[in-house]
């Protein structure tokens, strides 16, 4: 039975080859039972997000789940197989450490898909498809996540222009989540932005785009709204944080916009970031004393400040789960032991109980115990030691020599001395 990991993610597949394999929750248990039930695949869990839909399994091959995948959501496999990863045993082991530690996401050490994979399992349990393999697995996959978290800066860090975004929206309001925000734009920073700031469950989320279509599907994913271009003007004041990064040639928030809006707000406070080039909000609007707009060069001076700091906490973050894979996969080899010593100590039982039944009878007739306990302890010995004896006597050449090295470091036997 093999280990590995299956699945898409933000890094192999766009939104429209994830959304095809995205499992509704509701059904997800009767999923899993399905993929236990119907293929050769004994243990499963499966994690799904906007971000990534993976099979965490314990089959015979790991081409049985990629198939089933496919059957499940109705897709020909070849239409997906281009974007899918099978990762084995120890790859798998890491990529897992690595997802929960946050150091696969689209926001670097994110701590929201720790839970998202801590729910993975409970539902995996509940449906009765999480065996020994795959419990042991999460759960030191969620100490690996912990420890990471815990002895690293690794969610700590400004990492990119969109983490940079919330953190400057920080300086000015205490709690993003009494905010509302605003994106002008979906397209790849926007969704970075939006995937930041919805971390911090903000109040409300609204995306505005030219292609109303585009702006829905993005504003879906985080659990907001979308808004045309031209409902900006109308509905700019009751926005608090406004990040903007779109291809227009001319800007799309002047000044007289903006203070329309700053008067309709009664002089509450406001953060414009403009991500655009050329930009998107026209600078005078930085003028207006109840506005703080910033730019990509404030945002590449925060960037800037937090690459040391970056680095020094993914390469602590990678040392950490590389030690604890190798820990892992020692448990996974060693369980592979266990048969052959169960069946070791099964043989080593009947040949006492044997003697013992022996050494009983003997003194039930009369026997002198003491020759009876010498006569126990030789049966015994003889019968213990029958079988590696009669194995080096039997074995010849260099195979002999193997086998007597391998006698004598079972029993710590020193030949020689």
Request: aromatic letters at 4%.
């Amino acid at each position: 039975m093999q280990l590995f990991a299956l699945g898409l993610n933000h890094h192999t597949a766009p939104l429209a080859v994830r959304e095809q394999v995205a499992f509704d929750p509701m059904r997800l248990p009767q999923a899993l039972v399905e993929l236990t039930r119907a293929k050769p695949v004994r243990e499963a869990a499966i994690l799904s997000t906007c971000n990534r839909t993976e099979l965490y399994c314990a089959a015979e091959a790991p081409q049985a789940a990629a198939d089933w995948l496919a059957e499940y959501h109705h897709l020909p496999p070849q239409q997906i197989a281009q974007y899918l990863y099978t990762l084995p045993s120890r790859d798998a082991v890491r990529h897992m450490f690595r997802v929960a530690s946050g150091l696969d996401s689209m926001v670097l050490g994110e701590p929201q898909i720790l839970g998202q994979m801590k729910q993975a399992a409970r539902v995996a349990e509940d449906a009765g498809t999480l065996g020994t393999l795959l419990h042991k697995l999460f759960q030191k996959t969620f100490a690996v996540a912990k420890e990471v978290r815990s002895t690293t800066a690794i969610g700590a860090n400004i990492v990119s222009m969109a983490a940079a975004t919330v953190h400057l929206a920080g300086r000015i309001f205490e709690n993003i989540a009494d905010q509302c925000v605003m994106f002008i734009g979906a397209g790849e920073m926007v969704e970075l932005c939006a995937a930041h700031f919805a971390a911090q469950n903000p109040k409300k989320l609204t995306v505005a785009n030219r292609t109303p279509e585009r702006g829905e599907a993005l504003a879906a994913r985080f659990g907001g709204d979308a808004i045309r271009l031209d409902e900006i003007a109308d509905k700019l004041a009751g926005y608090d944080i406004v990040v903007s990064c779109t291809a227009s040639p001319l800007p799309i928030i002047g000044l007289g916009m903006a203070e329309r809006a700053i008067k309709a707000r009664r002089h509450r406070p406001m953060v414009m970031v403009d991500l655009a080039v050329p930009r998107d909000i026209e600078p005078e609007v930085a003028k207006l004393d109840d506005v703080f707009l910033y730019t990509l060069d404030d945002l590449g001076a925060i960037v800037e400040s937090g690459l040391e700091s970056r680095e020094k906490a993914v390469v602590e973050a990678e040392a950490i789960i590389t030690t604890r894979v190798g820990h892992f996969l020692h448990w996974m080899e060693a369980r592979e032991t266990v048969p052959t010593i169960r069946a070791l100590r099964d043989a080593a039982e009947r040949t006492r109980r044997h003697e013992v039944e022996h050494a009983l009878k003997l003194l039930a007739r009369g026997e002198d115990p003491q020759r009876v306990l010498e006569t126990l302890s030789h049966g015994l010995t003889n019968k213990l030691m029958h079988g590696p004896t009669a194995a080096l006597n039997q074995s010849e050449g260099p195979s002999r020599s193997e086998l007597a090295e391998l006698i004598a470091r079972i029993y710590h036997l020193h030949p020689g001395e």
